[in-house]
């Protein structure tokens, strides 16, 4: 077996080991906007849902280096605009969208419309400034309850952004008949390690157990 001190790795290397060992995970395509309105569109892998009761997801936008001082980073548009307006709109993404949201990765700067690169149509929230994507098969509406710090500002880093979802919106078709999420018509995609993406087409059905079957399986 092999140990790693992560303490003693690189960034690179630590994220190629982590992520290429912890999924798949579920992808968030995050709607943000500046105080000034500019929009932002942009995917994370690093996402869940962590409660139903009351609704909260989290997210992990980043950081950047700054073009002068490589040493010190700067907040990524996302984490800035969330900062900023306590606002997001999270959206899940099918495998026919994956290759929009993956254009939407691209590092461009904050003069650059994300909507327009992946070709998506942007549609009005209700609860929220940041629109959702017309396209996705689900959406979340959600206001910042907290955000976490992982190192001190101006380090490479990730934040942990932990947001209520107020309300939820599912396209036509994704509901089965008795009104529960459909995996084969949502046809999500996640993230593996590097390039990898994978698809959520295949499963196991596996009941949890009650009393009496934990006590025969002893």
Not at 33 to 51: I, K, V
């Amino acid at each position: 077996m092999q140990t790693f001190d992560l303490t003693e790795m690189g960034l690179r290397d630590r994220a190629r080991l982590l992520e290429g060992l912890i999924y798949p995970r579920p992808i968030a395509w995050v709607s943000t906007q500046s105080p000034d309105g500019r929009r932002n569109l942009a995917p994370f892998s690093f996402f869940n849902l962590f409660s139903p009761a009351p609704p909260t997801i989290v997210v992990a936008p980043g950081s950047r280096p700054l073009p002068a001082d490589p040493a010190r980073c700067a907040d990524k548009d996302t984490l800035a605009n969330v900062r900023a307006t306590g606002e997001l709109a999270v959206s899940l993404i099918s495998e026919q969208l994956a290759n929009a949201a993956n254009a939407t990765s691209a590092e461009v700067g904050p003069e650059q419309d994300e909507w327009l690169l992946a070709g998506v149509t942007p549609r009005p929230s209700i609860d929220v400034a940041p629109p959702i994507v017309a396209e996705a098969p689900a959406s979340f509406e959600c206001k910042v309850l907290q955000i976490v710090d992982l190192a001190h500002r101006g380090e490479r880093t990730n934040a942990l952004v932990v947001a209520r979802v107020t309300r939820c919106h599912v396209r036509d078709g994704m509901l089965d008949a008795d009104g529960r999420p459909d995996p084969l018509a949502l046809g999500l995609v996640g993230r593996l390690g590097g390039p990898r993406w994978c698809r959520t087409t295949d499963w196991l059905d596996m009941p949890r157990p009650g009393a009496a079957t934990a006590a025969t399986a002893q």
